[in-house]
């Protein structure tokens, strides 16, 4: 029984059925992981010790048969913006390289609470700033289905689409996890802002990022999602209650079809020179097989999506410029050694301790806030968020969720170098999401010269269990997606 190539479901089963211990299955993945991370670089800490000690308490828990859930026993990689208690948590930045939190993030405490065993720390762009990982202070990770190109903005999906986890949770402030996830042929879920707490997530944009899970498929994806969902009072931005169809029948139940299903297609999404027309096609089958299965095709127009993306540049620069100014080498963190008297302190630790993206992010964002720049800038990118929302709560009279592409086009090379304002461009189809504060889910349909391709499903605050339920119809009708050189 090849462990890394079973569901979350299956493996579940085969804990509580005795087959293989949670110390056998942990031990399983380390050896996965210490195998193939060193060509990946998917990880930043692995979290030996801990994971074992955790899934001794998981086989104890197996054992006596109380508080088992589909998560108890399971390894769970962690993005590494997100706070472990005991565990090192250093945002990819060598500002942070050292700091191990005192405390978990609820994300990780309700992982914890379900069961599930913490295996290690996933790399990513230093403080989320950034799409490929390139950014990160310890390397670019890199792409399963072909080791010379980039997966995305996160580790963790490469981890998942290899094998080395099952499972991951990860962020996305602008689309990196979904960019992560069709990139790497996972699937992974953008909740709507407020559905998964925010607590002990490094924040970087803290008005459009959100915790989120990747799996392998949409079944486990669900289930992670709905251990990790729900209000928290350490949160003051997470809402009051689930909502619906976030349970039930919409979340885990069968793919009966999408009878009565409206699915909007924004024509601002396909347009335009950008989008390569073989991901184009791939898309719109994704689209068909919806159609098919009896749902129906509403055509919608967004007319400010041109303008989203320079809203969300300018937006998530401001917000990055105030949630780094922590980060003083006064506190906790790095601090210079070269450092005389207080300005030189702020002034060597900052330039020694960030990296390229992070320090253009903080001078774009104090730009932007400053008072030649406020009105013109900021408060005109706040006008356009307003109609981005808009436009959004518009369409989805028409329509119950949104289909469009994840990426233009195919990843690009590991650690290759690309001017900024192309980087930014990749987060065109991703952006509004973050803007407007919906749900997104990225999933796997098909491959273009070997690789995967993602279709994007996006749906209202309380819907993400529609968007498992359509993303269900399309995984059987598509199949899952597995990189041919990790295959045992």
Not at 28 to 54: D, S
Not at 405 to 416: C, D, E, I, K, W
Not at 467 to 480: P, Q, S, V
Request: glycine share 10%; charged share 20%; aromatic share 6%.
């Amino acid at each position: 029984m090849e462990l890394s190539t079973l569901s979350l479901k299956e493996l579940s089963d085969a804990l509580r059925e005795k087959t293989v211990s949670a110390r056998e299955l942990t031990g399983a993945f380390l050896e996965r992981i210490n195998r193939f991370n060193p060509e990946l670089n998917a990880f930043v800490t692995v979290a030996e010790e801990e994971a074992l000690a955790a899934a001794d308490e998981a086989d104890r828990r197996l054992a006596r048969g109380e508080g088992v859930t589909p998560l108890t026993g399971i390894p769970v990689a962690v993005a590494d913006t997100i706070c472990t208690k005991g565990i090192k948590t250093t945002c990819a930045s060598r500002i942070l390289e050292n700091f191990i939190p005192p405390y978990d993030a609820t994300a990780v405490s309700r992982l914890k609470e379900a069961g599930a065993v913490i295996i290690a720390k996933t790399n990513t762009d230093e403080f989320g700033a950034g799409t490929t990982t390139g950014y990160s202070a310890f390397g670019p990770a890199r792409n399963p289905w072909d080791k010379d190109r980039e997966p995305g903005g996160d580790g963790g999906a490469a981890a998942v689409a290899a094998g080395l986890v099952p499972l991951a949770v990860s962020f996305d402030s602008g689309g990196s996890l979904r960019r992560a996830a069709a990139f790497c042929g996972v699937t992974g879920l953008k909740p709507a802002y407020g559905s998964v707490s925010r607590y002990g997530l490094a924040a970087l944009a803290p008005s459009l990022e959100q915790i989120g899970p990747l799996a392998r498929q949409v079944d486990d994806l669900a289930l992670l999602y709905q251990v990790l969902a729900g209000p928290d009072p350490l949160d003051a931005t997470s809402l009051p209650a689930a909502g619906p169809g976030r349970d039930g029948a919409e979340v885990t139940g069968p793919a009966a079809g999408s009878k009565g299903l409206r699915i909007g297609l924004p024509r601002e999404y396909f347009a335009g020179e950008q989008l390569q027309a073989a991901v184009k096609e791939r898309v719109l089958a994704a689209a068909g097989i919806l159609a098919e299965k009896g749902g129906e095709q509403v055509d919608l127009t967004l007319p400010s999506t041109g303008y989203a993306l320079a809203a969300h540049i300018l937006l998530a620069a401001a917000e990055a410029s105030s949630s780094l100014a922590r980060y003083d080498g006064v506190r906790y963190g790095y601090r210079s050694p070269e450092a005389t008297d207080i300005d030189l302190l702020y002034k060597k630790t900052r330039t020694e301790g960030f990296g390229s993206e992070a320090k253009r992010r903080i001078l774009l964002g104090t730009l932007v806030l400053s008072a030649e720049c406020y009105n013109d800038y900021y408060l005109n990118a706040q006008k356009v968020r307003a109609l981005v929302i808009r436009e959004f709560k518009e369409a989805f009279t028409k329509c119950d969720l949104i289909l469009t592409p994840v990426t233009p086009g195919a990843p690009g090379r590991a650690g290759g170098e690309r001017s900024p304002l192309l980087q930014y461009q990749d987060e065109y189809y991703t952006a509004g999401a973050n803007l407007a504060g919906l749900a997104g889910l990225s999933l796997p349909c098909g491959l273009v010269d070997g690789l995967p391709v993602g279709v994007q499903l996006l749906a209202p605050a309380g819907r993400e269990g529609l968007l498992f339920w359509a993303a269900r119809i399309l995984e059987e009708a598509t199949g899952r997606l597995s990189p041919p050189s990790f295959q045992e």
